[in-house]
């Protein structure tokens, strides 16, 4: 295991009526005037826009509304949301809604204290430590930034979608009520579950050794996942089995079971891509790129594949051959996404075999080659992995 440091130092309020404790937690974390920052009417038909106005007025805290933001948020609302929250002296920013709503938050506290242009910090990987505080008001479990101090925004100048990261990011505290996704449908559902398990993948495929306190964390979180995942694709209505897994997507996200281990982010970097030039939903791209990512790397460690498949699927171990296990759990793991509903080939995604170039290219036009991970990728690589998913 490697040396780490980790600090995680969110408030969570989890559970029903979890709402009407905003007005509170905004004092207690310094918030004076609020920026209130979500997408459409969603939370408005939900009745939690109603829930979280109406504990801010009852704390007498004034707020001014940003809405719009969209799947795979644009830097365009950033920019706008700065220079609001600059204009009107705004010192909180409160996110209602899901990955989206959250990280275009993040984007503008990191933007509103900095002297520069905020994608700097996307572009260049520079960490954010200074940044406006930040709540949450959780209603999509998927991209568990509820709890990380990561962010991810698709430039519009190039469309080049990245990702920020720093402790200044980390949200002050964070609402999780299960109600809130009762509602949710159920393709966003699946996108969600889907964005979760990668999340654990992606730490769970590592070179490190010696690290089974995290690998067993990750299998239960992997494992608890397939469990409740077909109970609400049967039921949306199931609170329990939302409450699960809105809590495992924070438990994915907030490096709880990454520490001490090296990670890849590989298939969320190829996959960035895929929305970037298609608007496809993150978690739909990441179902047809993750089983391809496994299939291309697996030589590269087929003993943690076979254990994969072993302990987090229930495949029998094949000793004499154990790539044949290794490659029975990536079966089994692309067979379950499928069954959620989730796409499995870029015809299902809209996107097509002639722009393989061009979305390798554009990938590289901004990272360094190789990709550094579970196995260094190559612009061939990359390609090879996109044809996978044909």
Known sequence: MENFRFYAPTYFCFGKNGEQNIGELVTRFGGHKVLLHYGGGSIKRNGVYGRVTASLQAAGIPYLELDGVQPNPRSGLVYKGIELCRREG???????????????????????????DFWDYYATGKPI??????????????????????????????????????????????????????????YQTACGITDIMAHICERYFTNTRDVEITDRLCEAVLKTMIEESPKVMRNPGDYEARANIMWAGMVAHNNITGVGRAQ???????????????????????????PAWMKHVMQHDVTRFAQFAVRVWGCDMNFAHPELTAAEGVAR??????SIGMPATFAELGAKAEDIPALTEHLFSAEKEPLPGFMELTREDVSAIYRLAL
């Not at 705004?90 to 520069?116: C, E, H, M, R, T």
């Not at 890849?264 to 790129?289: C, F, K, P, Q, T």
């Open 129 to 186: 430590d200074e940044a406006l505080p930040i709540g949450t008001v959780l209603t999509i479990a998927a991209a568990g930034s509820e709890g990380s101090p990561d962010s991810v925004i698709t430039q519009e100048n190039g469309m080049f979608k990245r990702g920020a990261t720093g402790e200044g990011l980390r949200p002050k505290f964070s609402i999780l009520n299960p109600e809130a996704t009762l509602t949710l449908g159920l």
């Open 264 to 290: 890849d982010w590989n298939s969320h970097r190829i996959e960035h891509e895929l929305s970037a030039m298609y608007d496809v939903a993150h978690g739909a791209g990441l179902s047809v790129i993750m």
């Open 90 to 116: 705004i010192d909180f920013i409160l996110a209602v809604g899901g990955g989206s709503a959250i990280d275009s938050a993040k984007a503008i506290a990191a933007g509103v204290p900095y002297s520069g």
């Open 333 to 338: 793991f692309r067979a379950f996404l499928t």
